[in-house]
Protein backbone atom coordinates (compact mmCIF):
# COMPACT_ATOMS: atom_id res chain seq x y z
CA UNK A 1 0.00 0.00 0.00
CA UNK A 2 1.35 3.70 -0.56
CA UNK A 3 0.05 7.05 0.15
CA UNK A 4 0.82 7.98 -3.87
CA UNK A 5 -2.20 7.76 -5.97
CA UNK A 6 -4.56 7.19 -2.90
CA UNK A 7 -7.68 8.49 -1.45
CA UNK A 8 -6.98 9.43 1.98
CA UNK A 9 -9.40 10.20 5.05
CA UNK A 10 -7.74 12.06 8.10
CA UNK A 11 -10.28 12.02 10.63
CA UNK A 12 -8.87 15.13 13.16
CA UNK A 13 -7.23 16.19 10.72
CA UNK A 14 -7.14 19.81 11.72
CA UNK A 15 -4.88 19.07 14.67
CA UNK A 16 -1.40 18.94 15.20
CA UNK A 17 -0.74 15.52 13.78
CA UNK A 18 -3.69 15.60 11.57
CA UNK A 19 -2.38 18.19 9.68
CA UNK A 20 1.22 16.84 9.14
CA UNK A 21 -0.14 14.03 7.86
CA UNK A 22 -2.40 15.72 5.23
CA UNK A 23 0.30 17.63 4.52
CA UNK A 24 2.52 14.41 4.53
CA UNK A 25 -0.39 12.42 2.04
CA UNK A 26 0.00 15.86 -0.36
CA UNK A 27 3.84 15.18 -0.72
CA UNK A 28 3.58 12.05 -1.32
CA UNK A 29 1.34 12.14 -3.93
CA UNK A 30 -2.53 11.66 -2.97
CA UNK A 31 -4.88 11.65 -5.42
CA UNK A 32 -7.07 13.51 -3.17
CA UNK A 33 -7.31 14.13 1.01
CA UNK A 34 -10.66 14.56 3.12
CA UNK A 35 -10.43 15.64 6.37
CA UNK A 36 -13.09 15.36 8.83
CA UNK A 37 -13.13 17.54 12.06
CA UNK A 38 -15.47 19.36 14.39
CA UNK A 39 -12.72 21.88 15.33
CA UNK A 40 -13.35 21.16 18.67
CA UNK A 41 -10.05 20.82 19.39
CA UNK A 42 -8.29 21.84 15.63
CA UNK A 43 -8.28 24.46 13.34
CA UNK A 44 -9.35 25.19 10.31
CA UNK A 45 -6.06 27.86 9.90
CA UNK A 46 -3.76 24.70 10.12
CA UNK A 47 -5.04 22.35 7.43
CA UNK A 48 -2.69 22.63 4.79
CA UNK A 49 -4.85 24.95 1.63
CA UNK A 50 -4.20 22.54 -1.48
CA UNK A 51 -7.34 21.91 -4.52
CA UNK A 52 -6.45 17.86 -3.54
CA UNK A 53 -7.81 18.65 -0.07
CA UNK A 54 -11.66 18.40 0.73
CA UNK A 55 -12.21 19.77 4.66
CA UNK A 56 -15.79 18.16 6.47
CA UNK A 57 -17.35 20.03 9.02
CA UNK A 58 -18.29 17.71 11.21
CA UNK A 59 -18.42 15.30 14.08
CA UNK A 60 -16.75 11.91 13.29
CA UNK A 61 -19.41 9.99 15.19
CA UNK A 62 -21.28 11.29 11.75
CA UNK A 63 -19.19 9.92 9.33
CA UNK A 64 -21.43 7.44 8.18
CA UNK A 65 -23.71 10.11 6.80
CA UNK A 66 -21.61 12.43 5.28
CA UNK A 67 -20.58 13.12 2.13
CA UNK A 68 -17.33 13.17 1.88
CA UNK A 69 -17.58 12.93 -2.24
CA UNK A 70 -15.32 9.82 -4.21
CA UNK A 71 -13.47 7.59 -2.59
CA UNK A 72 -11.79 4.49 -3.78
CA UNK A 73 -10.32 2.20 -1.11
CA UNK A 74 -9.23 5.02 0.91
CA UNK A 75 -6.65 4.87 3.27
CA UNK A 76 -7.76 6.13 6.88
CA UNK A 77 -5.91 7.60 9.42
CA UNK A 78 -8.38 7.54 12.31
CA UNK A 79 -7.41 10.81 14.77
CA UNK A 80 -9.97 12.47 15.87
CA UNK A 81 -10.45 11.73 19.31
CA UNK A 82 -11.68 13.64 22.55
CA UNK A 83 -8.60 14.88 23.98
CA UNK A 84 -7.22 14.48 26.99
CA UNK A 85 -6.94 13.04 30.11
CA UNK A 86 -7.90 15.85 32.49
CA UNK A 87 -11.03 16.64 30.01
CA UNK A 88 -11.80 13.18 30.15
CA UNK A 89 -11.75 13.40 34.23
CA UNK A 90 -14.20 16.45 33.72
CA UNK A 91 -16.23 15.47 30.53
CA UNK A 92 -16.80 11.65 30.82
CA UNK A 93 -19.48 11.38 28.83
CA UNK A 94 -18.61 13.62 26.15
CA UNK A 95 -15.28 11.46 26.33
CA UNK A 96 -16.94 7.93 25.30
CA UNK A 97 -19.53 9.64 22.79
CA UNK A 98 -16.24 10.87 20.66
CA UNK A 99 -13.68 7.86 21.58
CA UNK A 100 -16.34 5.12 21.67
CA UNK A 101 -19.10 5.59 19.29
CA UNK A 102 -16.57 7.93 17.11
CA UNK A 103 -13.66 4.98 15.98
CA UNK A 104 -17.02 2.67 16.27
CA UNK A 105 -18.52 4.82 13.57
CA UNK A 106 -15.32 4.87 11.56
CA UNK A 107 -14.75 1.66 11.40
CA UNK A 108 -18.37 0.47 10.13
CA UNK A 109 -17.53 3.16 7.79
CA UNK A 110 -14.39 1.79 6.68
CA UNK A 111 -15.79 -1.50 6.20
CA UNK A 112 -18.88 -0.58 4.09
CA UNK A 113 -16.70 1.84 1.48
CA UNK A 114 -13.73 -0.98 1.51
CA UNK A 115 -10.98 0.95 2.65
CA UNK A 116 -7.26 -0.69 2.56
CA UNK A 117 -6.32 -0.21 6.35
CA UNK A 118 -7.52 2.25 8.88
CA UNK A 119 -4.77 3.58 11.12
CA UNK A 120 -6.15 4.18 14.49
CA UNK A 121 -4.61 6.67 17.03
CA UNK A 122 -4.67 4.55 20.49
CA UNK A 123 -2.53 5.87 23.58
CA UNK A 124 0.72 4.65 25.63
CA UNK A 125 -1.56 4.63 28.77
CA UNK A 126 -4.55 2.54 27.00
CA UNK A 127 -3.46 -0.42 28.39
CA UNK A 128 -0.98 0.05 31.08
CA UNK A 129 -2.11 0.43 34.26
CA UNK A 130 0.07 2.94 36.76
CA UNK A 131 3.14 1.94 38.83
CA UNK A 132 5.35 0.61 35.41
CA UNK A 133 8.33 1.61 35.72
CA UNK A 134 9.54 -0.88 32.76
CA UNK A 135 9.48 0.26 29.54
CA UNK A 136 5.79 -0.48 28.04
CA UNK A 137 5.72 -3.03 25.64
CA UNK A 138 2.81 -4.04 23.23
CA UNK A 139 2.33 -7.31 24.60
CA UNK A 140 1.81 -6.17 28.15
CA UNK A 141 -1.94 -7.49 29.41
CA UNK A 142 -4.42 -5.14 29.16
CA UNK A 143 -4.60 -3.21 32.54
CA UNK A 144 -8.29 -3.37 34.70
CA UNK A 145 -7.07 -0.63 36.69
CA UNK A 146 -6.68 2.52 34.27
CA UNK A 147 -6.89 5.58 35.46
CA UNK A 148 -9.00 8.14 33.35
CA UNK A 149 -11.94 7.78 31.04
CA UNK A 150 -9.79 8.39 27.89
CA UNK A 151 -7.54 5.54 28.40
CA UNK A 152 -10.71 3.30 29.32
CA UNK A 153 -11.74 4.62 25.61
CA UNK A 154 -8.66 4.45 23.99
CA UNK A 155 -8.51 0.80 24.99
CA UNK A 156 -12.06 0.40 24.00
CA UNK A 157 -11.05 1.74 20.56
CA UNK A 158 -8.00 -1.24 20.42
CA UNK A 159 -10.85 -3.75 21.03
CA UNK A 160 -13.26 -2.62 18.04
CA UNK A 161 -9.94 -2.57 15.70
CA UNK A 162 -9.31 -6.27 16.69
CA UNK A 163 -12.92 -7.38 16.00
CA UNK A 164 -13.52 -5.96 12.46
CA UNK A 165 -9.77 -7.37 11.83
CA UNK A 166 -12.07 -9.83 9.39
CA UNK A 167 -13.40 -7.67 7.51
CA UNK A 168 -11.24 -4.59 7.89
CA UNK A 169 -7.10 -3.89 8.04
CA UNK A 170 -6.61 -2.12 11.32
CA UNK A 171 -3.07 -0.82 12.98
CA UNK A 172 -3.26 0.32 16.86
CA UNK A 173 -0.73 3.01 16.91
CA UNK A 174 0.03 3.78 20.41
CA UNK A 175 0.88 7.45 20.96
CA UNK A 176 3.29 8.32 23.61
CA UNK A 177 3.40 12.37 24.18
CA UNK A 178 3.68 14.02 20.96
CA UNK A 179 4.86 17.59 20.85
CA UNK A 180 5.74 20.16 17.79
CA UNK A 181 4.92 22.73 15.67
CA UNK A 182 0.72 22.99 14.93
CA UNK A 183 -0.35 22.26 18.38
CA UNK A 184 -1.86 25.53 20.54
CA UNK A 185 -1.68 25.78 23.92
CA UNK A 186 -5.35 25.69 26.15
CA UNK A 187 -6.27 23.97 29.53
CA UNK A 188 -6.46 20.56 28.40
CA UNK A 189 -3.74 20.80 25.90
CA UNK A 190 -0.05 19.01 26.73
CA UNK A 191 3.05 20.27 28.68
CA UNK A 192 5.02 21.67 25.98
CA UNK A 193 3.43 23.76 24.16
CA UNK A 194 1.47 25.45 27.36
CA UNK A 195 5.08 25.28 28.97
CA UNK A 196 6.30 27.19 25.74
CA UNK A 197 3.50 29.75 24.82
CA UNK A 198 4.11 30.92 28.81
CA UNK A 199 7.94 31.03 28.73
CA UNK A 200 7.44 33.13 25.80
CA UNK A 201 5.65 35.44 28.14
CA UNK A 202 7.69 35.17 31.13
CA UNK A 203 5.18 33.23 33.09
CA UNK A 204 5.41 30.91 35.44
CA UNK A 205 5.66 27.19 33.80
CA UNK A 206 3.51 25.38 36.64
CA UNK A 207 4.57 21.63 37.22
CA UNK A 208 1.98 19.76 38.92
CA UNK A 209 4.05 16.85 41.18
CA UNK A 210 7.59 16.67 42.01
CA UNK A 211 9.41 17.10 38.57
CA UNK A 212 11.21 14.03 38.79
CA UNK A 213 8.31 12.68 36.70
CA UNK A 214 9.56 11.50 33.63
CA UNK A 215 7.47 10.95 30.30
CA UNK A 216 9.05 9.47 26.47
CA UNK A 217 8.26 12.52 24.00
CA UNK A 218 8.03 11.77 20.44
CA UNK A 219 8.45 14.49 17.90
CA UNK A 220 5.85 15.03 15.61
CA UNK A 221 7.62 14.43 12.22
CA UNK A 222 8.53 11.12 13.81
CA UNK A 223 5.50 10.02 15.03
CA UNK A 224 4.04 11.31 11.44
CA UNK A 225 6.45 8.76 10.09
CA UNK A 226 5.05 5.96 12.19
CA UNK A 227 1.65 6.60 10.93
CA UNK A 228 2.59 6.73 7.60
CA UNK A 229 4.57 3.06 7.71
CA UNK A 230 1.77 1.67 9.50
CA UNK A 231 -1.04 2.19 6.42
CA UNK A 232 1.94 1.35 3.96
CA UNK A 233 3.70 -1.75 5.36
CA UNK A 234 1.90 -4.79 5.22
CA UNK A 235 3.16 -6.77 7.89
CA UNK A 236 2.00 -3.95 10.10
CA UNK A 237 -1.60 -5.46 9.47
CA UNK A 238 -3.47 -6.05 12.93
CA UNK A 239 -0.62 -5.28 15.01
CA UNK A 240 -0.68 -2.64 18.00
CA UNK A 241 2.83 -0.33 17.66
CA UNK A 242 4.11 1.64 20.36
CA UNK A 243 5.02 5.27 18.67
CA UNK A 244 7.38 6.90 20.88
CA UNK A 245 11.25 7.21 21.77
CA UNK A 246 12.47 4.60 24.07
CA UNK A 247 13.75 8.04 26.02
CA UNK A 248 12.52 9.32 28.97
CA UNK A 249 12.57 12.82 30.00
CA UNK A 250 12.14 14.90 33.66
CA UNK A 251 9.90 17.44 34.02
CA UNK A 252 11.71 19.66 35.58
CA UNK A 253 14.81 19.13 32.79
CA UNK A 254 11.91 20.14 30.18
CA UNK A 255 10.99 23.21 31.78
CA UNK A 256 14.73 24.30 32.16
CA UNK A 257 15.19 23.34 28.46
CA UNK A 258 12.04 25.69 27.42
CA UNK A 259 13.27 28.22 29.65
CA UNK A 260 16.66 28.26 27.55
CA UNK A 261 15.14 27.65 24.17
CA UNK A 262 12.77 30.53 24.58
CA UNK A 263 15.22 33.06 26.48
CA UNK A 264 12.85 33.24 28.84
CA UNK A 265 12.87 34.72 32.40
CA UNK A 266 10.32 32.58 33.67
CA UNK A 267 10.28 31.12 37.39
CA UNK A 268 9.05 27.46 38.22
CA UNK A 269 6.56 26.82 40.57
CA UNK A 270 5.34 23.51 41.71
CA UNK A 271 1.42 22.59 42.04
CA UNK A 272 0.00 18.73 43.44
CA UNK A 273 -0.29 16.29 41.15
CA UNK A 274 -4.00 15.51 40.17
CA UNK A 275 -5.52 12.94 42.02
CA UNK A 276 -6.11 10.49 38.42
CA UNK A 277 -1.99 11.20 37.61
CA UNK A 278 -0.30 7.82 39.22
CA UNK A 279 1.81 7.36 36.25
CA UNK A 280 5.16 8.78 37.51
CA UNK A 281 7.41 7.42 34.60
CA UNK A 282 6.18 6.11 31.40
CA UNK A 283 8.69 5.02 28.46
CA UNK A 284 8.27 3.48 25.37
CA UNK A 285 9.80 0.35 24.55
CA UNK A 286 9.76 0.77 20.50
CA UNK A 287 11.53 -2.81 19.38
CA UNK A 288 8.62 -3.34 17.48
CA UNK A 289 8.06 -0.30 15.46
CA UNK A 290 11.76 -0.79 14.67
CA UNK A 291 11.51 -4.55 13.38
CA UNK A 292 7.96 -4.48 11.37
CA UNK A 293 8.53 -0.63 10.16
CA UNK A 294 11.78 0.14 10.37
CA UNK A 295 11.44 3.12 12.33
CA UNK A 296 14.09 5.21 14.49
CA UNK A 297 12.98 8.14 15.75
CA UNK A 298 15.90 11.11 14.37
CA UNK A 299 14.54 14.63 15.84
CA UNK A 300 16.01 15.17 19.25
CA UNK A 301 14.31 16.75 21.94
CA UNK A 302 16.33 19.96 21.80
CA UNK A 303 15.88 20.15 17.85
CA UNK A 304 12.80 19.28 18.11
CA UNK A 305 11.85 22.05 20.97
CA UNK A 306 13.71 24.54 18.56
CA UNK A 307 11.21 23.68 15.98
CA UNK A 308 8.42 24.36 17.76
CA UNK A 309 9.66 27.48 19.40
CA UNK A 310 10.29 28.92 15.48
CA UNK A 311 6.98 28.11 15.10
CA UNK A 312 5.67 29.41 18.39
CA UNK A 313 7.15 32.56 17.30
CA UNK A 314 6.48 32.92 13.31
CA UNK A 315 2.55 32.25 14.52
CA UNK A 316 1.93 34.48 17.76
CA UNK A 317 -1.15 36.65 16.62
CA UNK A 318 -2.88 33.11 15.46
CA UNK A 319 -2.06 31.27 18.41
CA UNK A 320 -2.82 34.01 20.52
CA UNK A 321 -6.56 34.22 18.71
CA UNK A 322 -6.87 30.58 19.66
CA UNK A 323 -4.84 30.00 22.66
CA UNK A 324 -8.00 31.32 25.30
CA UNK A 325 -6.96 30.53 28.78
CA UNK A 326 -3.54 29.78 28.28
CA UNK A 327 -2.91 33.10 27.65
CA UNK A 328 -0.53 34.42 30.73
CA UNK A 329 -2.55 36.04 33.45
CA UNK A 330 -4.51 32.85 33.55
CA UNK A 331 -3.99 30.51 35.93
CA UNK A 332 -3.16 27.09 34.76
CA UNK A 333 -1.42 24.24 35.44
CA UNK A 334 0.56 21.79 33.82
CA UNK A 335 0.98 18.29 33.84
CA UNK A 336 2.56 15.90 31.84
CA UNK A 337 -0.16 14.00 30.19
Not at 143 to 149: G, H, K, M
Not at 202 to 215: F, K, N, S
Amino acid sequence: MSLKGSDVVVTGGAGAIGTRVVARALASSARRVVVVDDLSSGYEWLIPRDPRVHFVHNSVTRIGELNLGPLEQPLVFHLAAFFANQNSVDHPQADLETNGKGTLAVLEWGARVGARRVVYASAGCSIAGHGIDAPIREDMPVSLFLDTPYQITKALGEFYCNYYLSSLSTVRCRFFNSYGPGEVPGVYRNVIPNFIWRAMHDAPLVITGTGRETRDFIFVDDLVEGLVRSAEVAEAHGQAINLGTGIQTHIDDLAHMIIAATGSRSAIEFAPRRTWDKSVHRQADISLARERLGLAPSVAMPEGLRRTVEWFQAHREQIAASAGSAIPGVPTTTSAA
